[in-house]
């Protein structure tokens, strides 16, 4: 009779087990304090991460989580004491699910241990490698129910290894682990981790245990790794640590929007729109020379002759004061021009002609008409299509110079070209 009230015994605090696993809610363990499981929820919330100013760092993560025995021991903290580490792990990894943004990267989530459910498998991947989902993580997160067995993490590293091996681009490798009797030589694992793939991972650790020693064993972890860093419960307990958090291993800084890390950006301050490089350079799309982040004129035709703000100009050409005649000695410049039109017959061009700013607004913009004009005349006299040009003056209006000095004056006194759809 005895032996079976304790086999009944036995298994109601089993299922009692298993039931406080399933209700557990975000844990504040800053401010838990002695209120019920349903009373604190809202003292975390957890809520996806602001990503503005920011960029993804990572293609794919893996979250490697100890489910051993150990983890079953009650965590050791004045205002948590009631709840074992593996449930605030658990907590630690919900929570961390929910502040991750909206992106297209590939997850895992990898446990090691030997609790129920576990079938006889020492580490597995329940979940992934994958395209991220928010909700499939969580609920194969709730499917690892109770900790158990020992704690064979190099294991679960040496399997992180193979799923790396499958995957492209830079990913983090976070073990959330009470950091005791870790199996199978992990710090030898992690040494192999870097060696095969420490150019494009980082590895962080997230310790819930209550022993120094293993919290410097965690620590060791992730500083043999070279990139990463290891943190504590306390340190992601609240809503503003695990957003921090997230951010330094998910993303990084990005001041100029162009989607290149700032750490990695060798051109920094790129206006908005402009298409850069690996490391956040503009290119050149019209191959004028000029690059796109200070071409005022883009989508110049291939061969044209441009000045420093990437415009097609009449190069070489200069009027005299109050002149508007083309000299002969400018024809092989104009040429240029002939051979563009004549390679590109369905590019049209308007010529707009520019004067400085000595003499009335009325008196240059007439000078700049005429300037336009004489060289709209030369490139048809040469066999250009008049209907394929036009000419406009703008006068003194658009100084590209200093009209202070002779030299500013003698640049603004010019005909700019622009390409016509």
């Known amino acids: 009779m005895k032996r079976k009230l304790s086999l009944f015994a036995c298994i109601a605090i089993f299922i009692s087990l298993q039931t406080g696993c399933f209700q557990l809610k975000s844990l504040d363990l800053k401010g838990l304090d002695l209120m019920r499981m349903d009373e604190f929820q809202s003292q975390v919330q957890s809520q996806e991460l602001q990503t503005e100013g920011y960029v993804q760092k990572v293609d794919s993560f893996i979250i490697v989580l100890d489910s051993s025995s150990s983890m079953g021991t009650i965590y050791e903290d004045e205002v948590a004491e009631r709840y074992s580490r ?3 792990a658990k907590d630690i990894v919900s929570r961390m699910n929910n502040t991750i943004p ?3 990267i590939q997850g895992t989530l990898q446990r090691f241990g030997y609790g129920f459910a576990a079938k006889g498998k020492l580490t597995e991947a329940v979940y992934g490698p994958t395209a991220y989902s928010r909700s499939d993580l969580e609920y194969a997160l709730q499917s690892i129910i109770t900790p158990g067995g020992h704690s064979p993490a190099g294991l679960a590293i040496g399997e992180t290894s193979k799923i790396l091996g499958s995957t492209e681009g830079k990913s983090a490798v976070i073990v959330v682990s009470d950091g005791e009797k870790l199996n199978d030589d992990p710090l030898m694992k992690v040494k192999t981790l870097k060696n095969q793939f420490g150019d494009r991972t980082c590895l962080y650790t997230i310790w819930v245990g209550s022993k ?3 919290k410097e064993f965690m620590d060791k972890i992730a500083s043999e790794m070279g990139c ?3 943190v504590t ?7 503003e640590g695990m957003e921090n958090f997230v951010r330094k291993v998910f993303l990084a800084k990005d001041s100029d929007g162009d989607g290149v890390p700032d750490e990695e950006d060798e051109c920094p301050g790129t206006p908005p729109g402009i298409e850069v490089d690996a490391v956040g350079c ?3 799309s019209d191959g004028d020379g000029v690059t796109d982040d200070i071409d005022v004129c883009m989508n110049t035709p291939k061969g044209a002759i441009v000045d420093d703000r990437g415009c097609w100009v009449v190069k070489g050409v200069k009027f005299d004061y109050k002149k508007w005649d083309v000299k002969p000695q400018f024809n092989s410049n104009l040429d240029n021009i002939i051979d563009i039109l004549k390679n590109t017959p369905d590019l049209n061009i308007r010529v707009e002609g520019h004067t400085d700013n000595i003499g009335s607004e009325k008196y240059n913009l007439d000078l700049s008409k005429k300037r336009a004009e004489s060289i709209k005349a030369y490139l048809v006299k040469k066999g250009i299509d008049e209907s394929r040009i036009t000419s406009m003056g703008h006068g003194l209006s658009k100084p590209i110079a ?3 000095t002779k030299e500013g004056r003698a640049l603004n006194r010019r005909a700019e070209l622009i390409p016509m759809k």
């Open 86 to 88: 593996f449930m605030i």
């Open 102 to 104: 909206e992106m297209e």
């Open 212 to 214: 120094t020693e293993s």
């Open 228 to 230: 990463g860093f290891s």
């Open 233 to 239: 419960a306390d340190d992601v307990a609240t809503s």
């Open 282 to 284: 503009a290119g050149d």
């Open 402 to 404: 200093d009209n202070v």
